[in-house]
């Protein structure tokens, strides 16, 4: 009704001024009707996201044979214990136009997270190494994960006992498992994937005895580092040098990590740090750190060793 009224006074006024302002009079008449009428009468809509039902899970059936393995296998794994879905509603408002009336688009979107345990195998396992979502590599940083490794004395995991209350929670004795909280699904359709594992199981008494090793070969620049390196190679384009593991942040985290659970009892690890010779005759070679490229930059560090910089360390001979 506004939109009538506004736009008859507006070319009332207008036609003062001309045909030409007569035209205009009525448009800008019928613009403020519009938005006095989407201010008082407008229909606010509601958009809703795709919403689920039910959590689908991967094969789980009772009276599945628990697998032994023995040194370094792939596989499924059943799912032991799962909660209800996790679901987080978001909101966000179009206004719908300039006028800023209550008129408007709410858009609701939902995303899903779910809490659930996979049982693996017969315990005492040493690691987990690879895995796979739905066949594909499946990066495990920034997934809140636990491995339990199934020995014969295993507490309820903290998850599995905060919901099914103190003394209620199955410990799991003697099977190896991995519990997962909050793992995002969206990525996977909204549903829990289906995962397998590289399961680490030593097989004798050797890696017990082991008590101290030696980390070579030292020829590296960032291999060390427990922190995330990256190289520039463009602008605004980096690449990861120092991480080429799905299980940890860094090759350093993951090797250590894997060292300490193949050998219980190491009690020692001795770093190999190498520097290189300029000559093959002893008497005239020299031994100092050295790089293979200087014009590389490397963040959040620089590579430095011994007071030296890239720039000025010698170059690796090819």
Same mark, same amino acid.
């Given at each position: 009704?506004?939109?009538?009224?506004?736009?008859? $006074?507006?070319? =009332?006024?207008?036609?003062?001024?001309?045909?030409?302002? +007569?035209?205009?009079?009525?448009?800008?008449?019928?613009?403020?009707?519009?938005?006095?009428?989407?201010?008082?009468?407008?229909?606010?809509?509601?958009?809703?996201?795709?919403?689920?039902?039910?959590?689908?899970?991967?094969?789980?059936?009772?009276?599945?044979?628990?697998?032994?393995?023995?040194?370094?296998?792939?596989?499924?794994?059943?799912?032991?214990?799962? *909660?209800?879905?996790?679901?987080?509603?978001?909101?966000?408002?179009?206004?719908?136009?300039?006028?800023?009336?209550?008129?408007?688009? !709410?858009?609701?979107?939902?995303?899903?997270?779910?809490?659930?345990?996979? #049982?693996?195998?017969?315990?005492?396992?040493?690691?987990?190494?690879?895995?796979?979502?739905?066949? @594909?590599?499946?990066?495990?940083?920034?997934?809140?994960?636990?491995?339990?490794?199934?020995? =014969?004395?295993?507490?309820?995991?903290?998850?599995?006992?905060?919901?099914? #209350?103190?003394?209620?929670?199955?410990?799991? %004795?003697?099977?190896?498992?991995?519990?997962?909280?909050?793992?995002?699904?969206?990525?996977?359709?909204?549903?829990?994937?289906?995962?397998?594992?590289?399961?680490?199981?030593?097989?004798?008494?050797?890696?017990?005895?082991? %008590?101290?090793?030696?980390?070579?070969?030292?020829? !590296?620049?960032?291999?060390?580092?427990?922190?995330?390196? %990256?190289?520039?190679?463009?602008? #605004?384009?980096?690449?990861?040098?120092?991480?080429?593991?799905?299980?940890?942040?860094?090759?350093? @985290?993951?090797?250590?990590?894997?060292?300490?659970?193949?050998?219980?009892?190491?009690?020692?690890? $001795?770093?190999?740090?190498?520097?290189?010779?300029?000559?093959?005759? =002893?008497?005239?070679? !020299?031994? @100092?750190?050295?790089?293979?490229?200087?014009?590389?930059? *490397?963040?959040?560090?620089?590579? +430095?060793?011994?007071?030296?910089?890239? $720039?000025?360390?010698?170059?690796?001979?090819?």
């Amino acid at each position: 009704m506004a939109t009538l009224l506004l736009s008859a $006074a507006g070319a =009332a006024v207008g036609s003062l001024f001309g045909p030409v302002g +007569a035209i205009l009079g009525r448009a800008a008449g019928a613009f403020a009707g519009y938005a006095l009428d989407q201010s008082l009468f407008g229909e606010k809509r509601t958009v809703e996201g795709a919403r689920l039902s039910d959590l689908e899970v991967q094969t789980s059936r009772e009276g599945a044979a628990i697998p032994r393995v023995y040194g370094r296998v792939r596989i499924a794994g059943q799912i032991i214990w799962a *909660t209800r879905f996790e679901e987080v509603v978001s909101e966000t408002r179009d206004e719908g136009g300039k006028g800023g009336g209550s008129a408007g688009t !709410t858009i609701r979107s939902y995303s899903y997270f779910a809490n659930f345990a996979v #049982g693996l195998c017969e315990g005492p396992i040493a690691a987990i190494g690879r895995v796979w979502a739905d066949g @594909k590599p499946f990066d495990l940083a920034g997934v809140t994960y636990r491995l339990r490794r199934g020995t =014969a004395g295993q507490a309820p995991d903290s998850l599995i006992e905060a919901k099914q #209350g103190e003394g209620a929670a199955p410990g799991y %004795r003697g099977t190896a498992y991995v519990v997962f909280e909050r793992l995002p699904l969206e990525q996977f359709g909204n549903r829990v994937p289906n995962l397998s594992f590289e399961v680490v199981r030593p097989v004798g008494e050797l890696e017990t005895l082991v %008590r101290a090793v030696t980390i070579i070969p030292g020829a !590296t620049e960032h291999g060390y580092d427990p922190l995330p390196v %990256r190289e520039v190679v463009a602008p #605004g384009r980096r690449r990861l040098i120092n991480r080429h593991v799905d299980n940890a942040r860094t090759d350093w @985290k993951g090797a250590i990590d894997d060292l300490q659970a193949l050998c219980p009892n190491l009690d020692r690890v $001795a770093l190999v740090a190498t520097w290189y010779g300029n000559d093959l005759r =002893a008497s005239y070679c !020299t031994l @100092k750190p050295a790089v293979t490229a200087r014009n590389v930059e *490397t963040v959040p560090e620089a590579w +430095a060793v011994a007071g030296l910089t890239r $720039a000025d360390a010698r170059l690796v001979s090819t």
